[in-house]
């Protein structure tokens, strides 16, 4: 008998622990050269936890969603709807557990939040940012039609520069027409449970 799917729903304010958690084992994975270790592995999880307890519990013009694999938490896409003109939704945070990549959980992230964007706004693009030295990151950007951008330097988290190492890159993706992310979207099952 097959496993049982991903079930994906739009997150509650009782999710921030749980959402917290996902996101620091990702940035603890990942960051690694861009953050400073000190930051990673000492202050990132009450960060946090703190930052997604203040976004959860306030969600006005953000989407947030997320991907759950027999009651864990396996996947999230934090999305702020009106950032910019010109690119329109942002994704702030795509992170998926590590031991599930690669089952089409980050595509259908992706997925529900162009639904997500485009039901918000019609004519809105959506962008992310990726570290230049995640180029696995890149790549599954890319391949989902992702055209880079531009290329910034890395805000620190919380203002505070001493969390940086050094003056680490990223590149902008984005996509203009985010229809094209619902082509697998609209391949399986894609809406969300309450």
């Not at 000190?38 to 009450?46: G, M, Q, V």
Request: include cysteine; hydrophobic fraction near 40%; charge should be positive.
């Amino acid at each position: 008998m097959p496993a049982p799917a991903p079930r994906f729903r739009s997150a509650r304010a009782e999710d921030a622990p749980a959402v917290a958690g996902l996101h620091a084992d990702s940035w603890q994975r990942h960051y690694r050269g861009a953050y400073a270790d000190t930051f990673l592995d000492d202050e990132a999880p009450a960060y946090l936890a703190r930052m997604w307890t203040e976004r959860l519990a306030a969600p006005a013009d953000t989407r947030t969603i997320l991907a759950e694999h027999d009651g864990e938490l396996v996947g999230l896409a934090h999305t702020f709807l009106d950032n910019d003109p010109r690119w329109g939704a942002l994704v702030d945070n795509l992170h998926v557990r590590h031991t599930v990549k690669r089952q089409g959980i980050g595509t259908r992230l992706l997925a529900l939040t162009a639904a997500a964007v485009l039901r918000w706004s019609p004519t809105s693009g959506l962008y992310l940012w990726v570290l230049e030295q995640n180029a696995t990151a890149q790549a599954f950007y890319a391949a989902r039609g992702g055209e880079r951008a531009g290329r910034g330097d890395v805000p620190a988290p919380g203002g505070d520069v001493a969390r940086l190492n050094g003056k680490p890159a990223c590149f902008r993706f984005a996509w203009r027409a985010p229809s094209s992310l619902l082509v697998d979207h609209d391949r399986r099952s894609g809406s969300l449970n309450a």
